[in-house]
């Protein structure tokens, strides 16, 4: 059998192989159809921290032509904004404003370089001393249900901080169609129940009379997204808090960078972890973050979405992802777009919200189920429990200016007990 990694490898039990070039025409709706896909998760992220979907949209589009640049047009990875570090985001945003998160962004990305540097040379098996199931798993579920009053809040007061039934209505509508779009549909549409989600909610929203639809009139169809470019609008200065709290999450969406190769490599009949190398992937996904970072976007992770795209519909082409980008790239120029974004209200994301966190917070329950994670054990049990309600209930860490949130903290000490914990 030919060696997976060599060059002259083509799969022929797929439609297209990675190196394989669609016509015009089908590449044109294969790359659109991967732009549905991330899209909604994409400029969610965003609304949920306040950063302009815009240029989140750029960013993502930017970042994957970034990642498949360094992996040599090896992985058909399509990159967009990491749910991850929402609760990190929102926090610096409230404190120190957008700099503080585009410096966490960049050390984000820093680290993947350093660990991408450290991998090269000495293998990846430290790896799973520092991030075994054990600590993954509940870091994962605290991402998500830590988000989770954030989202209860948006679907139950109105911009004047009043409760209102019309609000707790449209977000659980727009959750029940969600819902529904996830279970029963199939083919093209049964891959963006996310985006057809927000759809509908945004006209369950418009039938209660909560949509301001003006700036969307008002808005230009070309505009320039608004860019927070280091060093031209602002001269960073060090947010040490920005950099304890966002740093550690890094080790988080790495184990999901870890995660969503592992599938890649059984979808394609390749080993990515030997060629281009683990070290070229992490560098890839770093210097993605710190262009994000730098133009003004959030960070960004691969995205499992559009791996189920490549499984569906077994079209492995890189330049079918790098056909998305351009058009990320190219959508984040249209003003009217960025507006219409704008306008959804809160309720209408706090109901995918409901779904989302909750997928998320699930995914680390997955983890631990997968791994049969015995949790008769005493030092299991006690790291869980640990990380679950540090990072649940807030408990944040502050020293002066020095700062780690719950998120970073619960991460952090669930590392230290398993390090520490005898097994027995």
């Known amino acids: 059998m030919e060696e997976k990694n060599d060059i002259h490898f083509h799969n022929d039990d797929v439609v297209l192989d990675i190196h394989d070039r669609p016509a015009p025409f089908h590449w044109f709706g294969l790359s659109l159809q991967h732009l549905f896909t991330m899209f909604g998760a994409t400029v969610l992220v965003p609304i949920l921290v306040g950063i302009n979907p815009s240029i989140a949209l750029v960013s993502s589009g930017l970042g994957t032509l970034v990642y498949l640049t360094v992996t040599k047009g090896k992985i058909p990875a399509y990159l967009g904004s990491s749910f991850a570090f929402i609760a990190a985001m929102q926090m610096l945003m409230k ?93 093209f549409l049964g891959l963006i129940p996310i985006l057809l989600g927000i759809i509908s909610g945004y006209f369950i929203a418009l039938a209660f009379g909560i949509v301001n639809f003006q700036p969307v009139i008002d808005a230009p169809w070309f505009q320039l997204p608004a860019f927070e470019v280091m060093f031209v609008q602002y001269q960073p200065k060090l947010y040490l808090n920005a950099i304890t709290t966002m740093a550690p999450i890094a080790f988080v969406t790495m184990t999901e960078h870890i995660g969503h190769l592992m599938v890649l490599n059984k979808l394609t009949k390749r080993n990515f972890f030997k060629d281009p190398g683990m ?146």
Request: hydrophobic share 55%; charged share 10%.
């Open 95 to 187: 404190t120190d404003g957008y700099p503080a998160i585009a410096q966490g962004a960049l050390t984000t990305g820093v680290v993947y370089l350093i660990v991408s540097f450290v991998i090269k040379k000495i293998g990846t098996s430290w790896l799973d001393k520092v991030l075994p199931p054990i600590v993954v798993g509940p870091v994962i579920m605290v991402i998500g249900l830590g988000l989770a009053s954030n989202a209860a809040n948006n679907a139950m007061y109105n911009t004047s901080g009043n409760y209102d039934f019309k609000y707790v209505a449209v977000a659980l509508l727009t959750l029940a169609v969600t819902i529904i779009f996830n279970m029963f549909l199939t083919g």
């Open 279 to 424: 070290d070229r992937t992490l560098m890839g996904d770093g210097l993605a973050q710190i262009v994000a970072g730098f133009v003004g976007g959030p960070p960004v992770t691969s995205y499992g979405e559009n791996i189920g795209v490549l499984a569906i519909t077994r079209v492995h082409s890189v330049f079918v992802i790098g056909g998305a980008a351009v058009f990320a790239i190219v959508l984040g120029f249209v003003g009217k777009l960025s507006a219409l974004i704008l306008s959804i209200p809160g309720p209408v994301i706090s109901g995918i919200s409901f779904v989302l966190f909750g997928v998320i917070a699930a995914s680390g329950l997955k983890i631990l189920v997968e791994n049969n994670t015995n949790f008769d054990k005493k030092k299991n049990l006690l790291i869980t429990s640990s990380i679950l309600v540090i990072g649940i209930g807030g408990l944040v860490f502050e020293a002066g200016t020095f700062t780690l949130s719950a998120m970073a903290l619960s991460t952090l000490i669930g590392i230290f007990l398993n390090l520490v914990l005898p097994d027995r």
